[in-house]
């Protein structure tokens, strides 16, 4: 070969699309390959294939494979005369190693793809029973089905077929070979077959018409006795045929494997016995089958065995799967499993997961599942197991848009063409895109994507995701929108029987006023309703994610109501990242924030400025620095001490709503920024942060009082000291203030002067903070002091130090423990703690009699406090495990070592708490179980106030309350039980450490 005849062969492979044209050019040097060398029309056939130089070897391995010159020469001469042969055969060995690898060693099976006749186009079951006729064991039929496969892929490759016939195809070619591989392992087993009759039934893809190159073959086994059999002996004889024709498809020969059969879609899954009767599985359905179960129903189908027993299988089931959308927390469930899908892909695939990730494949799916069993049950027409059928029975009757429908439809036909040019490559189960250039080129050309194979590829699939990305949930929703907004006449639209199950299904107790809320929301051609049609899709979603869908929609109206002519509100909805959804969770968590938001409107800003966690964001909590210096500004401005009361009422509102919605957010995340708290961190948070506010709050009383009745002088050195979980940091949501009044006359003022004024101060503090509000009470409790009750409210320090040094009790020093100054005169509230540190921590710890007495007072405690009617194991503070619990042995280690240990000298339970076992004072096993309840009952306290809007000690009765709750503690809807139960299980662990360190039982 001269060289300029070479440099002109090497000219022409490139043109044609060889990627290696020096390679290729070697392999055509070969005397035999003349023909192809010098023939344009192979070479052009060549290029068009989705890999020519993977073509070109597969040509070449399969001339050589030819047995005889004479069969070698009539393979080139019909590929040289046959452009349907031509195109078909260099199509598939341009797309498919795997199947060049079949050829190669069944040289004759390219005759299979000579007939191109149009009755041949489209084969059904029937035609590859006859293709699979032959085989009568494993190895044959696996070598027939590859025959098989081969044809579908040349009509596949060439675009004869589309990727709905494809797969409707493949699953057909699957059904026969189920047929055969039970024929033959009823030959195998006569005297079993006699015994039994046993239907198969597919589920998942095959049962849908839908299946891929390379997918499992999902399968339910139904099995019945013949006339006169023993039943046990036919199910046993059933169940060795089922998995004698299971270990036939599955097992690996010389020819490989056909593909698995998986039966893990029974009742029970792997754990439940392979086949049953029809009974037994009814009796399962009926009382034990989860939600997915019902919706994997929706794809089953009867595919071989006994024909009657298979009908009557569906004809029992079905009414079943049409009823699955009246199950409680349906549609949670179905959105629940899908999400468990997603997170158990590795980090590392998500973005090439085709099938199961965001926008990938079953996000498809999904959608239109669950828009059919809702909808399912009153037209038969959605009862389709073909997710492109079902896509379009849902866009004619309206249950979706034919635009969102139209879009979908495109972006799964895309999807599944990407998934099936990736399997047919190697023949292999697999749903990653690959991540070679060379890959990804061969996958693109074979897309028809030729100019720029690799970027235009990158493009369609990010386009096609993004779009399932957007509308998986909008499906759902927007025909809620369309139903009520009404602004495409003659288009079909749902019904109002229609919106109202599907809001029914969603969680909605009351369809009819939500559809109200809609309308007002969303119609009318005006900007606000358009933003509105915008964000009520996703809205909706997130309500329904919630225990309480009616309260969110019901609150995002008010909202909307209040600040909708506001140019900023929805601006801000639509454009601030996570703005909208922070909205949906808190307005659908509880009655607490929302309360706080519709007195105050305008703090939905704070949704939308940064995020919740880190500092610096919309959501994160203020020091006390800055709180108190804002409340005695605006208490500065105000003409009277109650109007510099109400305004630093209205900062404490806007401050409580800014913690409850950080805590809500965190608790329940985001799309963005899945839940995953550390709920010491956001118990620690809220504690510090709604004490921070009660002593800023308090601090604006104090000088509002002051300045109205002395002005800028009070006759006495006035100090407040917080006490309880006050002095603690731990304040929750409805915990009122305990406190102490200390004050100190100043230079040359008389005592009864000084305490007079101290005394008015303290009356106008609690009477300015009782005034009546809409707002959480601020109760100031001063129980705590010298003589409880019937004590003065306030003393001088002089008189706290002649009280404590003659009369106090045990108790007295154990509730000063938790002595923090809050406000007032600081170098006073320093001289208070100095007061008390001897008496809080004693010299050498406490003597034996103080420690009795101690646990006398906890175990009458538990006896006579606890309400009546109340269960113990679930009161958070006096039940067994609970806050008193940690609390009462926490403090007295602090009482016993505090003297001797710097670290427990703390008002803070938790850190008190690490620091007797950091000093090994606690066990750390010991320290963890104390911790998690204490962190867990204070969880629980936050949330009945989030969600009831008014403090508990116990969890609530009602259900949605109750449901609430859970979600805020991480719980699922419809696991009220599970999280009870793991109360209990904390609580009773923490009892067993308490009753050891604390009674030393």
């Not at 020969?253 to 059969?261: D, L, N």
């Not at 085709?354 to 038969?380: I, S, W, Y």
């Not at 939308?608 to 005695?632: F, K």
Request: net charge neutral.
């Amino acid at each position: 070969m001269t060289p300029g005849r070479r440099s002109s062969t090497f000219t022409r492979l490139l043109r044609h699309g060889f990627t290696d044209p020096s390679a290729a050019e070697h392999l055509l040097d070969g005397p035999e390959l003349t023909p192809v060398r010098n023939d344009p029309v192979l070479l052009e056939a060549l290029g068009a294939t989705a890999d020519p130089d993977l073509a070109l070897h597969g040509l070449v391995r399969l001339l050589e494979a030819q047995p005889d010159p004479t069969a070698h020469r009539g393979l080139l001469d019909t590929l040289i005369a046959a452009k349907p042969l031509r195109d078909r055969l260099l199509g598939v060995l341009g797309a498919s190693a795997a199947l060049a690898d079949h050829l190669a060693r069944h040289p004759r099976d390219w005759e299979a793809l000579v007939t191109y006749e149009p009755r041949d186009l489209h084969p059904g079951v029937e035609e590859f029973e006859r293709g699979l006729a032959e085989a009568v064991d494993p190895v044959t039929l696996r070598v027939a089905y590859r025959r098989c496969l081969l044809s579908i892929a040349a009509r596949d490759v060439n675009g004869t077929i589309d990727v709905a016939q494809t797969a409707a195809e493949l699953a057909d070619l699957a059904t026969a070979t189920l047929r055969a591989a039970l024929a033959i392992a009823r030959t195998a087993a006569p005297e079993d077959a006699a015994l039994c009759r046993l239907a198969v039934i597919a589920m998942g893809k095959c049962g849908g018409h839908e299946l891929n190159y390379v997918s499992d073959v999902d399968v339910i086994f139904v099995g019945e006795a013949r006339d006169g059999a023993d039943e046990g002996k036919a199910i046993q004889a059933a169940t060795r045929l089922a998995s004698h024709m299971m270990r036939i498809c599955s097992e690996t020969t010389v020819e490989g494997s056909i593909w698995p059969v998986d039966a893990n879609l029974r009742p029970e899954g792997r754990n439940g016995p392979l086949v049953r009767t029809l009974s037994s599985h009814l009796a399962y359905y009926q009382r034990w089958a989860k939600t997915w179960e019902f919706q994997a129903l929706l794809k089953a189908r009867p595919v071989a065995g006994d024909v009657e027993l298979g009908e009557n299988y569906m004809a029992a089931v079905s009414p079943l799967v049409w009823k699955a959308a009246e199950r409680d927390n349906f549609v949670a469930d179905v959105q629940k499993m899908r999400r468990r899908v997603v997170e158990n892909i590795p980090v590392t695939e998500i973005e090439r997961e085709l099938k199961l990730g965001p926008g990938g494949l079953r996000d498809v799916e999904f959608a239109v599942q669950l828009l059919q069993l809702v909808h399912g049950r009153a037209d038969a027409s959605l009862r389709s197991g073909t997710t492109l059928d079902a896509l379009q029975a849902l866009a004619t009757g309206g249950y979706v848009g034919r635009v969102d429908a139209g879009q979908l439809e495109d972006a799964y036909r895309f999807l599944r063409s990407m998934e099936h040019r990736i399997q047919l490559y190697r023949l292999r189960r697999t749903h990653l895109v690959p991540e070679e250039e060379t890959d990804l080129r061969r996958l693109g050309r074979s897309l028809g994507l030729r100019a720029e194979p690799l970027t235009e590829l990158t493009r369609e699939w990010k386009r096609h995701s993004g779009v399932v990305r957007r509308l998986h949930e909008k499906l759902f929703y927007r025909p809620l929108l369309d139903a009520v907004a009404q602004l495409a006449p003659g288009e079909a639209r749902l019904s109002p029987e229609a919106a109202r199950e599907r809001l029914v299904a969603l969680g909605y107790a009351d369809p009819a006023a939500a559809l109200r809320h809609l309308e007002a929301l969303a119609s009318g051609v005006t900007r606000k309703a358009a933003i509105q049609r915008t964000l009520l899709p996703v809205l909706l979603g997130w309500f329904a994610d919630s225990a309480d869908p009616d309260a969110g929609l019901l609150n995002f109206r008010k909202v909307s109501d209040a600040l909708g002519k506001t140019p900023w509100y929805l601006r801000l909805l639509r454009d601030e990242g996570a703005a909208a959804e922070n909205l949906a969770r808190v307005l659908s968590a509880g009655r607490l924030a929302p309360d706080l938001l519709m007195r105050a409107p305008e703090a939905v800003a704070l949704l939308g400025d940064g995020e919740s966690r880190g500092g610096g964001g919309g959501l994160a909590p203020r020091g006390r620095t800055h709180l108190e210096q804002e409340i005695l500004a605006a208490v500065g401005r105000a003409p009277t001490a109650e109007q510099g009361v109400t305004a630093a009422r209205g900062v404490r509102r806007r401050e409580l709503f800014r913690t409850a919605a950080a805590d809500i957010v965190d608790s329940y995340g985001t799309e963005a920024n899945p839940a995953e708290p550390d709920q010491g961190a956001l118990v620690d948070r809220v504690g510090g942060a709604v004490s921070d506010l009660t002593a800023a709050t308090l601090a604006g009383t104090l000088r509002a009082v002051v300045r109205e009745g002395w002005g800028d002088t009070l006759p006495t050195r006035f100090a407040i000291i917080g006490m309880g979980r006050f002095g603690g940091h731990e304040l929750g949501y409805g915990s009122d203030a305990d406190v102490l009044f200390v004050h100190e006359p100043q230079d040359g003022v008389d005592e009864r002067e000084a305490s007079e004024a101290a005394n008015k101060v303290v009356s106008e503090m609690r009477r300015l903070l009782q005034i009546p509000s809409a707002d959480p009470p601020l109760l100031i409790d001063a129980d705590l002091r010298p003589e409880g009750k019937s004590g003065p409210l306030v003393r001088t320090l002089k008189s706290y130090e002649a009280y404590y040094r003659r009369w106090s009790l045990v108790w007295e020093a154990q509730a000063l423990l938790r002595a923090e100054p809050v406000a007032g005169d600081a170098d006073l509230g320093r001289r208070f703690i100095e007061l008390i540190d001897p008496l809080r921590y004693p010299a050498e710890g406490l003597g034996d009699d103080a420690v009795r007495e101690i646990r006398r007072l906890k175990a009458r405690m538990e006896s006579e406090r606890l309400p009546r009617g109340a269960d113990p194991k679930l009161h958070t503070k006096l039940g067994p495990g609970g806050l008193s619990d940690v609390e009462w042995t926490v403090q007295l280690y602090q009482m016993r070592h505090g003297w001797a240990e710097p670290g427990l000298r703390t008002t803070r339970t938790r850190e008190a708490l690490a620091a007797a076992c950091a000093e090994r004072l606690i066990s750390g096993e010991d320290a963890a179980i104390l911790d998690e309840a204490w962190v867990l009952a204070t969880r629980v306290r936050n949330a009945v106030m989030l969600v009831r809007g008014r403090a508990g000690d116990t969890f609530p009765t009602d259900a949605r309350e109750l449901a609430a709750v859970g979600r805020y503690l991480g719980y699922g809807t419809g696991h009220a039980g599970d999280m009870l139960d793991a109360y209990r299980r904390t609580t009773r662990r923490a009892r067993a450490v308490m009753e050891e360190l604390f009674y030393g039982a």
